[in-house]
Structures are given as structure tokens and as C-alpha cells.
């Protein structure tokens, strides 16, 4: 969590500086649903779909910082070559899926890797983890990868955060039901519920969910409210989002509340908990200085493929 808000607060600042091209989009407020969803997964073995707001998951799956920074920074040398900016990109040999830009689409590309894994005789076992958020679930194609999901009874995590706005239309605009859990159940899946901001009880439901998961108990569903601390992104302004709730929210920071729990369980000291902020930093730093002095794409030398480019 510590790693991924020191690296959304340089690139947000890389953003503003006119170093970026394309978009920028920040997981503040993201950080403790992103990092619990990701924290119990193996590479390799299981498959993770993060979103645009879940650099902690990605961090937690194992991708190094590096290259985050090659992405946004369009290196060469990053998992897409530079060709795909932001937040585009993966490992799909691995099981780390990059992100669909029509949402749902992507619920559906996790659930495809689950039924291969399936065919291939490997499950029960790998678990499936997709994060999308409270608008993606009014898509056409999340409505019919959930309900794929559950009729083959796949070991899907579809983590539904809610930080209640789709871009700048609120919750009360997008669904009549009274929670989106009431959803959940309306697939068949078994739902969770969490405070997206408390870390502890965020990374308990999350323990629960994918341990059902790989145990065979068929799709779960983790419903995670917090707020996205940030526009939509570095180009949106949040003007939608009314003052009363930004200040709400701002006294329920994860990455804050995350160290206050830590703290008190013992499980860090002050001293390094400002170590681990120190290292970080000089990480991000490090991977950006890195990133800005590698290759371009060159297209008169490419092979145009990204997919298979990388010895696995």
C-alpha cells in the first residue's frame, strides 16, 4: 500500500509536469481493497485481472515498480513493449491479465482462464481474482461473465469496489437496489461485505473469499466500500464529489488507517514504518530515473506482438 501511494503521488506529479502521455488514474482510497485482493494469490498459478486503480494488487501479485513506471513512461523494455500506456498491461502467461477497457469484458476474460484451467484438469486449486467497480456491474458483459461464473461454478473473487461514483454519476444513479450485495446473491454467488478502509477486516474477508474459492465452493463476491480520493483521473477535478463526504473519507485514508492498525498489533514499530516509507520512495524514484532513460518503441523493428515476446 505504502509502495503504490508513493508511486501514484509521482506520477500524478509527472502527470501535471507534462511528462505523460495519455491518462493518469490514481488508486487513493483503492489501496487496502487492492492490496488484501491480491496479497493471496500465487503467480504462476492463479490469475489476477486489476483494474485501473489496484497498483496495489499489482504490487501484492509481484510487479516490480518498474515496471509501472515503463508503462506509463512508454519504455521498450516494459511488459507491452511501450505501446500500450498506463495501466494496459500483463502477463497473461502468468496469469496477470491486462485490463479491458470496456469493463465487464474483463470479468469474462478471467472466467475463460479459469474454464481453460478447468479443461486442463487443474482445478480445483487456482482462483480467479477480478476487481471491477459499482458502474461496471450495470454492463452487459459483466451481467453475463457473472452469470457464466456461477452456472460452471468457477473459483471466482469478483471484487466489486464501490467508491460511489461510476466516473461522476452516483450510486443512486446507477442501481435501485439497496446494496449492490443484493446483486451478488441475485448470480448465486456467496457475498462478503467489507469497510474498504479498514485494512484488517478488508484482509479478513478477503482471506474468507479466496479460500472458498480454491477450496471448491464455487464464485464469491467482495463488496468493498470506500471512496476514490481523486478524480476519476489527473485530467477530473472530482467536483462532483460533494465537500462533506471528501472530508469524511480524508479521516478514513486505508494507507493511515492501515498504519494505525498495524501499529497497535504490533506487527511494525515507528521505526519502520518510516524505514519502509524512506525505501519506497527511493524505489519509485529509482524506477522512474530508470524508465525516462530506456529505449523507445522502435516500429521499423518490431514484432508487433506482446504477448509472447518475454521468456516465461
Not at 508511486?7 to 482510497?29: C, E, H, M, P, Q
Not at 469474462?108 to 471491477?132: H, S
Not at 474468507?208 to 466500500?225: D, F, I
Request: one cysteine or more.
Amino acid at each position: 500500500m505504502l509502495l503504490a501511494r508513493a508511486f501514484d503521488t509521482k506520477i500524478s506529479s509527472l502527470y501535471k509536469a507534462g511528462k505523460i502521455t495519455g491518462g493518469v488514474y490514481l488508486g487513493r482510497g483503492h489501496e487496502a481493497i487492492a492490496a488484501c485482493g491480491g496479497v493471496f494469490l500465487t503467480a504462476g498459478y492463479d490469475v489476477i485481472a486489476p483494474f485501473i486503480r489496484e497498483q496495489a494488487a499489482r504490487v501484492t501479485w509481484g510487479e516490480p515498480i518498474i515496471e509501472a513506471a515503463r508503462a506509463y513512461l512508454g519504455s521498450a523494455l516494459g511488459y507491452m513493449k511501450g505501446r500500450d500506456g498506463n495501466v494496459h498491461r500483463g502477463l497473461p502467461a502468468e496469469g496477470y491479465m491486462a485490463p479491458i477497457s470496456h469493463l465487464g469484458s474483463t470479468v469474462a476474460f478471467v472466467i475463460g482462464c479459469l474454464f481453460a484451467k478447468r479443461l486442463d484438469g487443474k482445478l480445483p486449486g487456482p482462483v480467479g481474482v477480478a476487481f471491477c467497480g459499482d458502474g461496471t456491474t450495470s454492463t452487459g458483459a459483466f451481467h453475463e461473465a457473472a452469470n457464466m461464473a456461477n452456472v460452471e461454478r468457477l473459483p471466482l473473487v469478483l471484487v466489486v469496489t464501490n467508491n460511489q461514483f461510476a466516473y461522476s454519476t452516483p450510486n443512486i444513479r446507477e442501481f435501485g437496489e439497496a446494496s449492490l450485495a443484493d446483486r451478488g446473491r441475485g448470480y448465486g454467488f456467496t457475498v462478503h461485505e467489507t469497510d474498504g478502509t479498514d485494512f484488517m477486516a478488508t484482509l479478513e474477508t478477503f482471506r474468507t473469499a479466496v479460500n472458498n474459492a480454491r477450496e471448491g465452493r464455487g464464485p464469491q463476491w467482495v463488496l468493498a466500500k470506500t471512496l476514490r480520493m481523486c478524480g476519476h483521473g489527473e485530467h477530473d477535478d472530482a467536483s462532483y464529489i460533494p465537500r462533506e463526504l471528501k472530508e469524511e473519507y480524508e479521516k478514513k485514508d486505508p494507507v493511515a488507517v492501515a498504519e494505525r492498525q498495524l501499529l497497535a498489533a504490533g506487527w511494525l514499530t515507528p521505526e519502520e514504518t518510516a524505514a519502509l516509507k524512506k525505501q519506497y520512495a527511493d524505489e519509485v524514484q529509482l524506477a522512474v530515473a530508470t524508465a525516462q532513460r530506456e529505449p523507445e518503441p522502435d516500429p521499423f523493428r518490431e514484432d508487433w506482438n506482446a504477448t509472447v515476446w518475454r521468456p516465461y
